[in-house]
């Protein structure tokens, strides 16, 4: 019966610490095994590389800023190496880069311009239904399959794969940013 008891207060606990955390409780994000670091990939061409010309921001530093995150810890409301939320790690890392973006991921979603997802450059925010309909999850595109990105509940900043099962299925879009990044599209 003790045993019991202590089962029910240890499970008691951990539910209620996994609603304190965020408000809302998120379906789980898988943690496959990161790929050995990975790195923006640069177009094999020469010339102008047509992803930095027309925005005028360099998809490959953003996406490398993104990258040296990584290991930061999770924290709700977030937007320094001390802890990240996912649209505090947008924010943060555009930041660097001298760009101001919105910090909610609503208004990140409305930012920058919509990208096709057979188009999706380093840089570009790619966007998540996870918790609510609509936008409430975003990442940064580091190129091939991959995207950089700040996950709730204990969590910690880390790559993931686009079409890994879990994200594929709850893919939203994908935005490019501009230099007038805080500008929602119309």
């Known amino acids: 019966m003790r ?11 951990i539910v209620v610490a996994a609603c304190a955390a965020t408000g809302a409780v998120p379906a789980p994000f898988p943690r496959p095994a990161e790929p050995a670091a990975p790195t923006p990939d640069k177009p094999s061409t020469g010339g102008t590389d047509s992803r930095t010309a027309p925005s005028g921001i360099d998809g490959y530093s953003v996406a490398g800023t993104a990258l040296a995150l990584r290991g930061a810890p999770y924290r709700d409301g977030g937007g320094d190496p001390a802890g990240f939320d996912c649209s505090g790690f947008v924010w943060y890392v555009y930041a660097q880069h ?15 311009r919509e990208v096709p997802a057979d188009r999706i450059e380093p840089g570009d925010l790619v966007f998540f ?38 994200w594929s299925t709850r893919f939203l879009g994908a935005r490019r940013i501009t230099p007038r990044g805080a500008a929602p599209s119309s």
């Open 3 to 13: 045993i019991a008891g202590l089962f029910a207060v240890l499970v008691t606990s």
């Open 98 to 112: 001298g760009v101001k973006v919105p910090r909610t991921v609503g208004d990140q979603y409305r930012a920058g």
């Open 129 to 166: 239904t996870t918790v609510t309909t609509g936008a409430s999850h975003v990442g940064i595109a580091i190129g091939g399959d991959q995207f950089v990105h700040a996950p709730s509940g204990r969590g910690e900043v880390r790559v993931e794969r686009l079409s890994a099962s879990y």
